[in-house]
């Protein structure tokens, strides 16, 4: 797992288990591969089909997860459709990969947060990304 990263169970499908490092988080996006997938690469402007699991940094409390609706969610990624951190961390990993992505404000939601989330404007926000499908 690379520095100053979460660690995730490697598990694909499983809940995701979040342990977070001492210390801020790192700066600017980071997306490690913990689950090497074998099937097709996700490419800009593929419809995808993931189940996630986003907490604010440091929390256990997920403010989504399509992992506790037990129902993968499906967009295209790497054109607007999503928060920028996810169009750029998704395209070039493959069905079956498992992802942990560190994403700043100005990756997520902004200065301004997503209150009605409860994410606020200088909140970094990490996902646990199972890569289920891609067309």
Do not use: C
């Amino acid at each position: 797992m690379a520095e100053g990263m979460p660690q995730v169970n490697a598990e694909f499908g499983a809940m995701p288990v979040i342990e977070f490092p001492e210390g801020a988080a790192p700066a600017g996006l980071k997306a490690i591969e913990i689950v090497e997938g074998d099937g097709p690469m996700v490419r800009q402007g593929d419809t995808v089909a993931v189940n996630y699991h986003g907490v604010i940094w440091g929390s256990q409390d997920p403010f989504d997860s399509s992992f506790n609706r037990h129902q993968p969610a499906s967009f295209g990624i790497g054109v607007g459709q999503v928060i920028k951190g996810w169009d750029r961390a998704v395209p070039g990993h493959n069905v079956g990969s498992r992802l942990v992505v560190s994403i700043p404000p100005e990756y997520g939601y902004g200065r301004r947060g997503m209150p009605q989330a409860g994410i606020g404007g200088d909140d970094t926000l990490v996902f646990v990304i199972d890569i289920v499908s891609t067309r």
